[in-house]
T-cell receptor
Framework: DAGITQSPRHKVTETGTPVTLRCHQT?????MYWYRQDPGHGLRLIHY???????DKGEVSDGYSVSRSKTEDFLLTLESATSSQTSVYFC???????????????FGPGTRLLVL | QQPVQSPQAVILREGEDAVINCSSS?????VHWYRQKHGEAPVFLMI?????EQKGHDKISASFNEKKQQSSLYLTASQLSYSGTYFC????????????FGQGTELSVKP
């Protein structure tokens, strides 16, 4: 295991409420990613971070925001949750300390989010 | 830009071989292969960089055909533990290491 935890692991919420998911790593990896996984779509990149306070959008970023104030934490926020955001959310990390390339991504255990 | 994986699903008997393909319409810098078991996180298998090199991991190997922009994953003498969904993640040039994943290939190995 690459020392990645996600919290909460399961969440049920109502449409219109804000939701924040947390990804925490103990590996000092530079790059962090948020993906969502839905049947038939594989893994789709929401946002990623290439350093503290440095983030960029992925392919499905609408309705999501992120923040990274410390190397070890990457937060994903759904400002106003919708039913279409019901999904499994995975965090991933890459870029081991001292390496300049990103290469292998290691995934966290995932968070199952249900928006009613 | 999402790569296309084929087949979408395959059922094998223990000991049989399988090939999973990942094709891109855009020039690839690298291809990453992952396996995911039901309810678990994807687990990294291997990376193929441009140049057509072939890599191996136990009885699982892969190749990268730069001309065809395609990678193939070879599972030899399959074991029950090989069951799961296999994803390829494609990295394009000048994309800062971001991966675009295929839709997955579900592999079931039966006794």
């Amino acid at each position: 295991d690459a020392g990645i935890t996600q919290s909460p692991r399961h969440k049920v919420t109502e449409t219109g409420t804000p939701v924040t998911l947390r990804c925490h790593q103990t590996e000092n990896h530079r790059y962090m990613y948020w993906y969502r996984q839905d049947p038939g779509h594989g893994l789709r990149l929401i946002h990623y971070s290439y350093g503290v306070k440095d983030t960029d959008k992925g392919e499905v970023s609408d309705g999501y925001s992120v923040s990274r104030s410390k190397t070890e934490d990457f937060l994903l926020t759904l400002e106003s949750a919708t039913s279409s955001q019901t999904s499994v959310y995975f965090c991933a990390i890459s870029g081991a300390s001292g390496e300049t390339t990103q290469e292998t991504q290691y995934f966290g255990p995932g968070t199952r989010l249900l928006v009613l | 830009q999402q790569p296309v994986q084929s087949p979408q699903a395959v059922i094998l008997r223990e000991g049989e071989d399988a090939v999973i393909n990942c094709s891109s319409s855009k020039a690839l810098y690298s291809v990453h292969w992952y396996r995911q078991k039901h309810g678990e996180a994807p687990v990294f298998l291997m990376i193929l960089l441009k140049g057509g090199e072939q890599k191996g991991h136990d009885k699982i190997s892969a190749s990268f055909n730069e001309k065809k922009q395609q990678s193939s994953l070879y599972l030899t003498a399959s074991q029950l533990s090989y069951s799961g969904t296999y994803f390829c993640g494609t990295e394009f040039y000048n994309q800062g290491g971001k991966l675009i994943f295929g839709q997955g290939t579900e592999l079931s190995v039966k006794p």
